[in-house]
């Protein structure tokens, strides 16, 4: 059973969608901040406008089941504070059709009756035990005239026109973005607002769970409010563990939700032991260097760095919090020379630098401190295994993998062979 909240006018601020004028930047003519229309020509009334005579000396007009009166100052008097029903004016516009929106501030249960002027009226329901609105409605009113009395001096009451059901909100449209960042206590995720139903105070954020479509009785964090998009952080997860999550919209109509994404947090043990990262291949006709993490944890590469040919400052590749091994895994990156044909790969999986088949290599593999970790060179022409005119598609590769430098065949991502053909002397 519902129950009605005796005040709740500041709670709403909601608008249409497509409103066909600018605002007003002066706010001159226009205190509530609402379109003023361009032309007469945009007026057209509504098909199922209501014309009234509204007299000042009794009698009302039902609009969202509530009556309407006009008092003998003058006034629209519309509610009484036991329930949201308010009306708000939007200033001078031309006609009924040219009341376009829906006012954030200045909602009362009275306000001064003016010829030519345009207004809104709102009714909202709330059921108190969910703290949710369960319908909002508006309707849009203008005023024609005064009508006044024989001598055309004392004001008797108004002709109105109005709109009953002008416009209902809708629930808001979201879709969740793709989780990132994703380490062993925290992940990164978020959200696109497409619709906010109509209401510019459509709260988003997203929600998370170890269990299937979670909600915001799970886990939650907020992101403001509003259309656009917006990334939040979890924090606080458990280790080396799967997590679903979506992002979610709220706003007087109820809560709609994207759809869900899941993701793996990482080992507990995640950390800088550098000690356990090795170069562990590379090819100089796929042009790709792969570095595999020996231990028994996932390890971050943020901060560490790839150079070539001895030049200690000339970074060739850095690693950012993205870059993380799993334990006994591989990281594997290509050259530059190499993105048309890797278009599913991000950019920083790519080292700024060739990587010749036949020519001198030195790469090497600094922790963030600058301290060398690893390196691989080699010296002149035809170490990669053939001529010039037949290079087969041989790497150097340690076999197995963080053994022995060895010619073997390519495995990128994967596990080297235990044998491989002894490097060639120079």
């Not at 950019?347 to 922790?367: D, Q």
Request: glycine letters at 10%; proline letters at 6%; aromatic letters at 10%.
């Amino acid at each position: 059973m519902l129950v009605i909240l005796a005040l709740c006018v500041a709670a709403i601020s909601c608008r249409k969608d497509t409103p066909s004028t600018p605002i007003d930047p002066d706010n001159t003519e226009n205190p509530n901040n609402t379109e003023i229309p361009d032309s007469p020509t945009d007026c057209i009334d509504p098909e199922d406008a209501i014309t009234v005579n509204l007299r000042n000396d009794g009698g009302s007009v039902t609009i969202l089941d509530w009556p309407l009166k006009i008092s003998t100052a003058n006034n629209f008097e519309y509610g009484n504070g036991s329930v949201c029903v308010t009306i708000v004016s939007v200033g001078e516009v031309s006609g009924l059709g040219c009341v376009t929106s829906i006012p954030q501030t200045g909602w009362s249960h009275q306000v001064a009756v003016i010829p030519g002027c345009g207004y809104v009226l709102r009714f909202a329901q709330r059921n108190e035990a969910t703290d949710s609105y369960i319908a909002i409605k508006y309707a849009r009113l203008y005023v024609v005239r005064y009508l006044l009395n024989a001598t055309n001096e004392g004001i008797l009451g108004a002709e109105i026109k109005y709109q009953q059901n002008w416009y209902e909100l809708e629930p808001p449209i979201v879709s969740t973005g793709i989780v990132t960042e994703i380490a062993s206590t925290k992940a990164m995720c978020g959200g696109y607002v497409i619709s906010d139903g109509g209401c510019v105070d459509t709260e988003r954020g997203i929600c998370w769970s170890t269990s299937e479509e979670p909600t915001v009785n799970d886990n939650y964090a907020l992101n403001g409010i509003g259309i656009g998009e917006y990334s939040i952080q979890m924090t606080n997860l458990a280790p080396n563990t799967r997590y679903y999550v979506r992002a979610y919209a709220k706003n007087d109509m109820g809560i709609s939700y994207g759809v869900q994404r899941t993701f793996k947090t990482l080992s507990a043990g995640i950390g800088n032991d550098y000690s356990v990262l090795f170069l562990n291949e590379l090819n100089g006709n796929d042009k790709f260097i792969e570095i595999y993490n020996m231990g028994y944890y996932d390890l971050s590469l943020e901060g560490m760095y790839l150079t070539k040919d001895g030049v200690e400052d000339d970074i060739k590749w850095i690693g950012d919090n993205t870059h993380v091994i799993p334990a006994f895994g591989y990281l594997v990156l290509y050259s530059i020379d190499m993105q048309a044909d890797h278009p599913e790969l991000a950019e920083n999986m790519f080292f700024n630098s060739g990587l010749s088949a036949k020519k001198t290599i030195r790469f090497a593999l600094h922790m963030p401190d600058g301290t060398l970790r690893d390196v691989f060179t080699r010296g002149s022409a035809g170490v990669w295994g053939q001529s010039a005119s037949d290079v087969t598609p041989l790497s150097y590769a340690r076999t197995p993998d963080g053994g022995d430098w060895k010619l073997a065949d390519p495995t990128p991502g994967g596990a080297n062979p235990s044998f491989g053909e002894p490097i060639p002397q120079e």
